[in-house]
């Protein structure tokens, strides 16, 4: 099928075409960011939530009126953003170097801040399991300078991915080879955990890929890498229903088959940082790039 030459979409395999409507077009929502990060959906009353980091701050957009406020301000410097089973906010702070909670009544929980009485570095995002465990990224990027949090040694010495126990509250850790661990997601059935690894931004042989891992209950299996990137870096992304995963990259939001087939993208004028599904149905992409809010409706849904 060929599509218009105006068209957000281009086509890797045949497949993607399941997952489009071929005349829908990217809208820009909003604009006036330094740096879009953390995009999570709350459905209960239809808003976005998501963070400029240097400007610390977080902003909300209503899909209801597309009006666009300030949710938080001072954020900590917040990176990445989820939603609990609760309906809860999870978000990771680069300022306080911690992964936090914000409760029904407004007020902050502190679930991370160290490992093994060392602080953490600088969490950037965070996914929740469905038995409640918390599991973050936690690289250097909000200790390498004040322009996304506070220039500051790390007390660790290296950069890991930690899992925070549902029950006990325990920070473990999960995953000690990555360079820079960043975006992270379940598959549809939590037996697989997606992490990407940008440690590129900071070394030119770097890592610029997603890794894929089995879940063994409070362990991982390496499972070997499943997707490199092709243009800029992964950061943030999202799985869909059918086990796709919907990625940031520097020309837009690449999409992958399960199998790790790129089979095509959503082509976004400025550079993407993380994405989320949302709307009533769930089937309108949220795009954080650079300094816009972005939205497309696809012919998919997001994972509740």
């Not at 309906?87 to 160290?114: F, K, M, P, W, Y």
């Not at 929740?128 to 996304?148: N, Q, R, T």
């Not at 919907?246 to 790129?262: C, E, I, M, R």
Request: glycine share 10%; aromatic share 10%; with cysteine.
């Amino acid at each position: 099928m060929d599509l218009a030459s105006n068209s957000p979409f281009e086509v890797r395999d045949a497949r993607f075409l399941s997952c489009i409507f071929p005349h829908e077009s990217v809208q820009q929502l909003w604009t006036g960011a330094r740096w879009c990060e953390g995009p999570a959906w709350f459905a209960a009353h239809g808003t976005l939530v998501w963070s400029d980091i240097p400007n610390n701050r977080m902003l909300r957009w209503d899909e209801r009126n597309n009006t666009v406020g300030e949710f938080r301000n001072p954020s900590n410097n917040s990176n990445g953003n989820t939603v609990d089973r609760q309906g809860r906010l999870v978000s990771c702070e680069h300022l306080s170097r911690s992964v936090t909670r914000t409760e029904h009544d407004g007020s902050r929980t502190v679930l991370a801040d160290n490992w093994q009485g060392q602080r953490l570095n600088s969490p950037n995002d965070v996914v929740v399991h469905s038995d409640g465990s918390v599991w973050f990224s936690d690289p250097d990027y909000g200790i390498l300078s004040d322009y996304e949090g506070r220039r500051s040694d790390s007390e660790i010495g290296a950069c890991h991915v930690y899992r925070v126990d549902p029950h006990s509250g325990e920070v473990e850790r999960v995953a000690d080879d990555f360079d820079k661990p960043n975006g992270l997601a379940f598959s549809p059935d939590e037996s697989i955990l997606y992490i990407a690894d940008t440690g590129a931004s900071h070394r030119a042989d770097g890592p610029r890929h997603i890794r894929k891992f089995a879940v063994e209950g409070k362990r991982l299996k390496p499972l070997g890498v499943f997707a490199t990137c092709g243009n800029g870096l992964f950061d943030g992304f999202r799985v869909d229903v059918q086990g796709r995963i919907w990625t940031s990259a520097a020309d837009g939001v690449h999409v992958y088959h399960p199998d790790g087939t790129l089979i095509g993208k959503v082509r976004i004028p400025e550079i993407v940082a993380n994405v989320c599904f949302g709307g009533a149905k769930r089937n309108r992409l949220l795009v954080c790039a650079t300094s816009s809010l972005y939205a497309v409706y696809l012919n998919t849904t997001g994972l509740p």
